[in-house]
């Protein structure tokens, strides 16, 4: 499994912008894609960026250009850069990774989530 771990969540005031790092305990072939979700109380988690070892990307329908997600691979280190946030972007962001373990199939590994909250 890969660990994962998040930073970079905070307090920021509406249009503003915040960049969450992931850092991984490995970086190798075996992640198959890094991405982040989020979830806000009373509501499931959603997709909110995903990033192929590949290079494709996918984002989440209400990112609408806002977000960016991007991987150093030298570092193993992931990150979500958010600009133009609004109220409805506060939430706990969760980095993900799938990894392929070899023989069993592709497993989810989460990090510990880390609070974003917009507000004036």
């Known amino acids: 499994q890969v660990q994962l771990v998040e930073s970079g969540g905070g307090l920021v005031q509406p249009g503003g912008s915040l960049r969450l790092s992931c850092t991984a305990s490995?970086?190798?072939?075996?992640?198959?894609?890094m991405g982040w979700y989020r979830q806000a109380p009373g509501t499931q988690r959603e997709l909110v960026a995903d990033l192929t070892s590949g290079g494709n990307t996918k984002y989440g329908d209400f990112v609408a250009g806002r977000f960016t997600i991007s991987k150093d691979h030298a570092s193993a280190r992931g990150y979500l850069q958010m600009n133009s946030l609004k109220p409805e972007d506060t939430a706990v962001y969760y980095c993900n990774a799938h990894v392929l373990v070899p023989g069993k199939g592709v497993f989810d590994s989460w990090g510990q989530g880390t609070q974003v909250t917009v507000s004036s």
């Open positions: 490995r970086s190798d072939s075996s992640i198959l894609a």
